[in-house]
């Protein structure tokens, strides 16, 4: 009795395991390669809104740099 029980839990719960171990196998992201991109650029986005303006508009500089890497942090799924 004790043996075709505990064969039958076996059974039951054999595919559960199998579900947990491939939901965990998911790829992994390199997050610091994506941040490293992102700030590639809003460094760009910076620039080139800095190139724009005068000497004074460095908030204008800032917000555009700003808003592009929460864009592209977005974009890959993480958090800026």
């Known amino acids: 009795m004790f043996n075709a029980r505990l064969l039958g839990t076996l059974v039951l719960l054999a595919?559960?395991?199998?579900?947990?171990?491939?939901?965990?196998a998911a790829p992994k992201k390199d997050v610091n390669a994506i941040r490293a991109e992102c700030f590639r650029q809003a460094n760009a986005a910076a620039s080139a809104a800095s190139s724009n303006m005068s000497a004074g508009e460095s908030?204008?500089?800032n917000a555009a740099g700003y808003s592009?890497?929460?864009?592209?942090?977005?974009?890959?799924?993480?958090?800026?």
Do not use: M, V, W
Request: charged share 20%; proline share 8%.
């Open 15 to 24: 595919p559960l395991f199998g579900i947990a171990s491939t939901a965990n």
């Open 68 to 80: 592009a890497y929460r864009a592209c942090a977005r974009k890959h799924g993480i958090r800026p």
């Open 59 to 61: 908030g204008a500089r």
